[in-house]
């Protein structure tokens, strides 16, 4: 049992510090920005909570033994790969903020999914550059997608999934889901296992990626399934970079102009950070789409993000339990 | 009475041919691109009813007028203002392929409203000119508009526009109807007259054109509409260029970067033919998106065009009553 008052320490953060203002019934907040190194030696060992919205900058190993009471770790962030779980003791329980960002980046998932189909990006492009062609309209109508009666197929069906599939319901698709637990939605098929991921990438015109960046998601989107995907359909991803196989996709992009990888999400440099500047040219192709990892900071807008992390934090203060507790053997 | 059987002239259409074999049960057809003069010469005289996608090429007043039995118009378009109102006799009726369209089109409003708010475009041609500037998460996530609890304001709630509100609702959006007839649909608030129109403008985040240019349609967004709308919000023009003024809406824009005219039709140039490469300079503009009006051709491609035309004209062989009647005091 922790004696007196907690001590929560915010790593980093986007959010408006107003947020927070709800946990100070229940702990004095440190704020890492505001500490320099001596206080942060005096104040670090004394942290049962740490909230941070990424890895905090600085928070070295040195750091981290330092904080002996630490024993929750809440994420800003849905998906929790920046975490440095080699550092934290095994008795640190990380919570991510799933559902911190549902529907923001599932509006955004659909947002590319139509900027593909619709061939909105490369047309508006192309007519930019002056270098549309007209065209007989039957031409140009096969240009243009129509989603009634097509498939879309969600990888990874948690909050993100399931806000992708509902918002494509009034377009008439079909929704197939994969993930690890079974789905019983109205409407929507469920799948699992390799098969299972094989037989919605063989049957979806779309593929949306929703699922966290974890040791059995990395790299799951290769050459064989992007084989089993149509020729000319479309690759979402709002997940993370990591999760496409970076050379596979670009080959594949390259041999079938026909199909689309729209991302807002991208592979890491070698200092290990997200890139927007990717070593492979995917900004000189026709059939690629990017945004810089922007669906995601429209929610710390909206405050959806901080609300969470509160409603979590409160119930460890009040010794609830907690949601969102990442299955640390996955990222290690 | 008719004598005989029914002639059918086929003016232009995308459609392919196929599509219009039910009709054969019904009447001749004749195909306008098959014929030379002289066959032009002898069988126009004997058509009572035509179809034309477009007003068709060639077809000038000599010829109607020689189109003594003609009796029906029956447009492929859902919007009937390239028709030559002023050369057709007043005994014609016309018909628009309204509805023909209306989830194809309605799907791509959407796909505008969420590349316009989410910035997709302006973001994916930032990362390829190399000229996105790294931003703050907080700063990024303003570049993204989050669309719940948000309001659409729909223009014209005909087929197109009832489609669009209805796409919109599993993002959480309010929706409001502007139109010439009240509208009961659930959760969808109507409104009416100039008072409604500019209500709608002045509370909306979206706008949605969808109506038909018509006499009182045409330039009906100016300098006074644009100024009732939100500074921070987007125009969707789906319905045809001339219903916005050209001038008002480039001074809009340059006086206002944070609001987006996303548009899929275009004003004419001098020889009335919509032109993607209009007079003033949108195209160098960060807050406009341009797509050239492919919107409906998908609907072309999957057959829901020719299926609305068949079965308006088989109402009329079959003497029942037609649908999308155009009054044609709003064209002349």
Known sequence: MRKGRAKLLVGQTANRREEFDPLKRFADIYWLEDMDEEQQARVLPQIDCLYSHGWPKGLDAGKVSAMKKLR??????????????????????????????????????????????????????????G?????????????????????????????????????????????????????????VKSLRGRAGLLKLLRESDVVVLAVPLTNVTRGMIGREELGAMRPGGTLVNVARGEVVQKEAIYDYLVKNPGFVYATDVWWPDKQGVESFSPDLPFLELENFIGTPHCSGPSAIITGTVGKGVVENLTRYFEGRPLKNVVDRSEYS
Do not use: W
């Open 72 to 129: 929750l770790y809440q994420a800003g962030n849905a998906g929790v790969n920046s975490i440095r779980f080699d550092l934290l003791g095994k008795d640190v329980v990380v919570c991510s903020n799933a559902g911190g960002y549902s529907d923001e980046v599932a509006e955004f998932a659909i947002g590319l999914m139509l900027a593909a189909g619709k061939s909105i990006v490369k047309f508006d492009r192309e007519l930019r550059a």
């Open 131 to 187: 270098a549309f062609a007209h065209q007989r309209l039957d031409d140009l109508g096969r240009c243009v997608a129509f989603f009634r009666g097509k498939t879309l197929g969600v990888v990874g069906y948690g909050g993100i999934g399931r806000a992708t599939g509902r918002m494509a319901k009034p377009f008439g698709m079909k929704v197939l889901a994969f993930g690890r637990h079974p789905v019983s939605d109205k409407g």
